[in-house]
């Protein structure tokens, strides 16, 4: 799906090589500072690198629209936008941004229990902790059923327990899609990867792929 050749930014990323497969699911792990963000803000062309390219499908992605490649290829942030208004009109936007119809409330509800929010639909989503409004942006990210999922350390503020089942869950409900995952947790990436990619924070300052 993705394919990164001879890839610099800054002194934040040098990347020789890398293939991301479609219908995979690729976890990216490493020390921080070690560009893991980076990389997933270029995959949403949300950055561009300084050198070298990224194609996506076989085409540059600097050649995309960036409103058509983000409906295709989400992105969910380490801090998660949360909107003004009820759990609900967070879920919806989502599918609004991605061009598709609005989901009943039955499928509403389905996404919240999935993620293990146990609230009602109505309730105002700014009043949620930090741990619920990350599994509420991970909620909506799943509705917008795209291509392939770009997430940031989606249940960072979550415990191991419910960190591991949520990954879980997620990963079984939306098979055969590509997932992008970076995470803090190596047995996370371990247990539910295709593939493991270890970003590296190099002595000059430079980071590649290994």
């Known amino acids: 799906m993705f394919k990164i050749t001879n890839l610099t930014f800054k002194d934040i990323l040098r990347i020789e090589q ?11 792990i ?9 990389l997933l803000k270029m995959l949403n062309l949300l950055l561009s690198p ?23 290829v989400v992105m969910l942030g380490q801090q998660p936008v949360i909107f003004e208004g009820s759990i609900k009109d967070n879920l919806e936007i989502g599918r609004k941004f991605s061009g598709k119809d609005p989901s009943d409330e039955d499928t509403l509800k389905e996404a919240l ?8 639909l109505d309730q105002s989503a700014e009043e949620l902790s930090g741990g619920e409004k990350q599994r509420l942006a991970l909620a909506r990210v799943y509705l917008m059923e795209p291509e392939c999922f770009l997430l ?18 997620f990963i ?13 947790s ?19 300052g430079t980071h590649d792929e290994g």
Do not use: W
């Open 172 to 184: 079984e409900m939306v098979k055969g899609k590509t997932v992008i995952m970076v995470t803090h």
């Open 186 to 204: 190596n047995d996370i990436a371990e247990r539910y990867s295709d593939q493991v990619i270890t970003l590296r924070k190099q002595k000059k």
């Open 113 to 120: 229990a999935f993620v293990k929010l146990d609230k009602e």
């Open 50 to 72: 300084d050198s070298g390219s990224i194609t996506y499908e076989g085409q540059e992605l600097t050649a995309r629209s960036p409103i058509t490649h983000r409906r295709e």
């Open 152 to 169: 940031d350390e989606p249940t960072s503020s979550l415990d191991d327990g419910t960190e591991d089942e949520i990954i879980n869950r």
């Open 18 to 28: 890398m293939a991301i497969e479609k219908g995979k699911v690729t976890s990216i």
């Open 30 to 38: 490493g020390e921080s500072g070690a560009g893991k963000s980076t």
